[in-house]
């Protein structure tokens, strides 16, 4: 819990000044943390806001703790909001070996069902959106819709832009390099500084070692596009580097009127850092269109 208030105060004492970019200030919903045990795993979770559930499922290498102004922008909205540490992240812990995007599903079904959520809108990020789909795949019953934000999974980025992933997924990357990665994930180049000094906090290694292990080992037929009734909703930055919008159009191909697809000018892979409320607005307008 230390980690993660630290990586959340870091987050709102940054993100104040960029508020003036057309989002007012919103009163703080209180997190609470707690700590799910499964038969092979203990898994982290953090909980703020009152309503129907929303799930956000972090990125790779990340704890949750960047997903807080996205967490407080649901909550703040009449949501309740509940964010996964996968194994290796915060507290959560479980055996590496053997583990597939089917394993860190399962981590997320177990605290679903010990927090007796019922079926919830599962929003997942970056690395998050394999999880989020694999959630689907298997066990459905759990899932009422799912939002995908900068999804990847079948089209690659350029060389220089995976070249940066590569560097942020590096433990022994300098400051000064993981500071030009971010470039690449970030909408507006002056955003990359304040973007990792949030980021950095939240760095997990361990949990993408065990992420990495996973993504490997599972086949893209697994996860990409369960089969089933969910609606999808894909967020797409019109200038993410690392998730070029061409996999959200091959999802829309393949599912049709199930996914929806939304475009943002000018936001880039970690544009929910910098504008929350921005990515935000298009989720919650998705969400009260499916209760209707």
């Not at 909550?75 to 509940?82: F, L």
């Not at 809108?121 to 899932?143: C, S, Y």
């Amino acid at each position: 819990m230390r980690h993660l208030l630290a990586c959340s105060m870091l987050f709102l004492s940054l993100l104040a000044p960029i508020t003036a970019r057309g989002q007012s200030a919103r009163i703080s919903a209180p997190t609470e943390s707690g700590l799910v045990t499964l038969s092979d795993s203990h898994i982290e979770y953090f909980s703020q806001g009152q309503g129907e559930p929303i799930v956000l499922i972090p990125g790779a290498n990340l704890t949750a703790g960047y997903l807080e102004g996205l967490a407080q922008a649901f909550a703040t909205s009449g949501y309740r909001v509940v964010r996964i540490n996968f194994r290796g992240a915060g507290k959560s812990e479980g055996p590496e070996d053997g583990v597939t995007l089917h394993t860190l599903a399962a981590d997320v079904a177990g605290v679903l069902e010990a927090l007796q959520l019922g079926p919830s809108n599962i929003v997942g990020h970056a690395f998050g959106n394999r999880v989020a789909r694999q959630l689907v795949a298997d066990r459905p019953d759990l899932v009422h819709a799912v939002v995908l934000l900068a999804a990847g999974g079948k089209i690659d980025p350029q060389p220089a832009a995976a070249g940066a992933l590569r560097t942020f997924f590096n433990p022994v990357s300098t400051d000064a390099d993981s500071l030009d990665a971010i470039k690449f994930m970030v909408g507006d180049p002056a955003d990359a500084e304040m973007v990792w000094r949030v980021i950095k906090p939240c760095l997990a290694p361990r949990a993408w070692a065990i992420e990495y292990k996973a993504a490997v080992a599972t086949p893209l037929k697994d996860w990409w596009a369960p089969p089933g009734m969910t609606k999808y909703l894909v967020v797409q930055g019109t200038k993410d580097e690392i998730a070029p919008a061409k996999n959200g159009e091959l999802l829309k191909q393949e599912l049709g009127e199930r996914v929806t697809l939304v475009s943002i000018n000018g936001a880039g892979h970690l544009s929910l850092v910098t504008e929350p409320q921005k990515v935000a607005v298009p989720v919650i307008s998705f969400l009260q269109t499916l209760q209707k």
